[in-house]
């Protein structure tokens, strides 16, 4: 009896071992990395259109400016298109069809400067970069002229070698009746650039209402930002504000007894600039990257507004306005001087079609049978260049050093991520 009992019991217990030995192995099984079916996930989305994205703003608290003209322009000269920046000072276009690799990108609005960028457009990584656009605003000098008295109105230039203002003066019965005019001094490196090598702005000022006549001459004063010889003559060149073009007025200016300051005689007003020869030498410039990110992308695009700093030091001989010389250094390398911000976009590309297999995404090789998913990432990177020169004027010489930076999309691609294993990824593809 006893043992008939105790081998029911040894029975009992070497099944419940058996069972209990069968789970065991059945977890340790499952817990092998071994092959595993691809997950049933959706494809990744079409490519993104390539659009370029930047804001408008006011140089002197960076903040959006609306209903400014924005005009993208090719390299031939040809106008792409026409827009108005939104109410953040935001505007985009769809530049993915444009053939050129970079774009001039032009803005201007009525009591500011003009401003202008160069976009980088690369169709490998899908991207189009460029600065925001920095307009400055205008300090606008209004007087009544009236037809007995005719009248004079003058506005402050920060960039006068003698603190002089540019001012206009129109004589009696030079109006047919009593008008509203203005004066404007414009920084010279924020209009549009001359098309002459080695020819700067030296003065410029914007007359308004634009396009109106005088029976008698108008004497307009320039403040020059560096001294010249009694006597010397400028053409004054008009600007185009809707082309951007200098034409020669017909008009001279001639600098005055003072030598720091020249005037001229006109019958109408417009944008009027004075240009002259500055001998502007540069250097191959150097450039180096640091501060890498990335951001990956499920779907369609992203921006990000980034922060860079840009800086020129000067030194040499003999008096000009610094100031000036600054502005027209960075409007020839396309920056703006002090603390900015650039607008990154980031378009996501399509998955290539041999990782797609009847809306399974599969792995790359040696990873087909493993379990996991594509994942888009744009690396970028704060690029610091730095380029060195001469400038040469009539009387003054500088050694320049400027320095700008520039957020660039150093590589992209898609890339493999397996699923459990700690996040380690392979790729790009």
């Known amino acids: 009896m006893n043992n008939h009992k105790t081998t029911s019991i040894f029975t009992v217990s070497l099944f419940l071992f058996l069972i209990a030995g069968s789970i065991i192995l059945s977890s340790c099984e499952s817990s092998r990395v071994g092959p595993e079916l691809p997950a049933p996930n959706p494809p990744a989305p079409a490519a993104q259109p390539l659009i370029l994205n930047a804001y408008v703003k006011d140089a002197s608290n960076q903040t959006g400016i609306s209903g400014a003209t924005v005009k993208i322009v090719k390299t031939d000269g040809t106008v792409l298109t026409t827009s108005l920046s939104d109410n953040n000072g935001k505007f985009s276009y769809d530049a993915s069809t ?27 990584s899908n991207s189009a970069i460029v600065s925001d656009i920095l307009l400055t ?48 001094s414009i920084p010279a490196g924020q209009v549009p650039r001359t098309t002459t090598a080695n020819t ?15 029976s008698q001459q108008v004497t307009i004063t320039f403040p020059l930002p560096y001294s ?18 200098y034409t020669n007025s017909g008009f001279t200016a001639t600098v005055n ?19 002259e020869g500055v001998t502007l030498t540069l250097n191959t410039p150097s450039s180096s990257t640091a501060n890498e990110f990335y951001i990956a992308l499920t779907s369609g695009s992203t921006s ?8 020129i030091t000067l030194s040499g001989t003999g008096t000009v306005n610094e100031l000036w010389l600054k502005d027209e250094i960075a409007s020839k390398l396309s920056f703006s001087i002090g603390s900015t911000t650039q607008t990154l976009t980031f378009n996501i590309i399509a998955l290539p079609s041999q990782y797609i ?5 599969v792995g790359p090789a040696g990873h087909e049978n493993e379990k996991g998913n594509w994942e888009f ?25 400027a320095t700008n930076q520039q957020w660039l999309i150093i590589r992209q691609g898609w890339y493999w991520v397996p699923h459990d294993q700690g996040g380690i990824f392979f790729g790009p593809y």
Request: no cysteine; aromatic share 6%; glycine share 8%.
């Open 228 to 245: 010249r010889t009694a006597g010397t003559t400028f053409a004054l060149m008009q600007l185009n504000e809707t082309t951007g073009a």
């Open 98 to 124: 444009v053939t050129d690799n970079t774009l001039s990108v032009n803005a201007t609005k009525d009591g500011y400067s003009f401003g202008s960028r160069i976009a980088a457009l690369n169709k490998a």
């Open 257 to 275: 007894a003072d030598g720091t300051s020249a005037s001229a005689q006109v019958t109408h007003f417009t944008t009027y600039t004075l240009q």
């Open 304 to 311: 990000r507004i980034l922060s860079t700093v840009n800086a």
């Open 200 to 214: 700067a702005i030296v003065s410029a000022g914007q007359f308004g209402p634009s396009g109106t006549q005088f």
């Open 357 to 361: 297999q009847n809306g399974v995404q």
């Open 377 to 401: 990432r744009s690396y970028y990177a704060l690029q610091t260049t730095s380029t060195t020169g001469t400038a040469t004027g009539a009387s003054w010489t500088r050694t320049i050093t």
């Open 137 to 184: 605003k205008l300090q606008v000098a209004s007087t009544t002229v009236t037809v007995a008295t005719g009248g004079n109105a003058s506005t402050p230039n920060t960039q006068s070698v003698s603190n002089q203002p540019l001012t206009v003066q129109v004589p009696a019965n030079a109006v047919s009746s009593n008008v509203q005019l203005t004066v404007s």
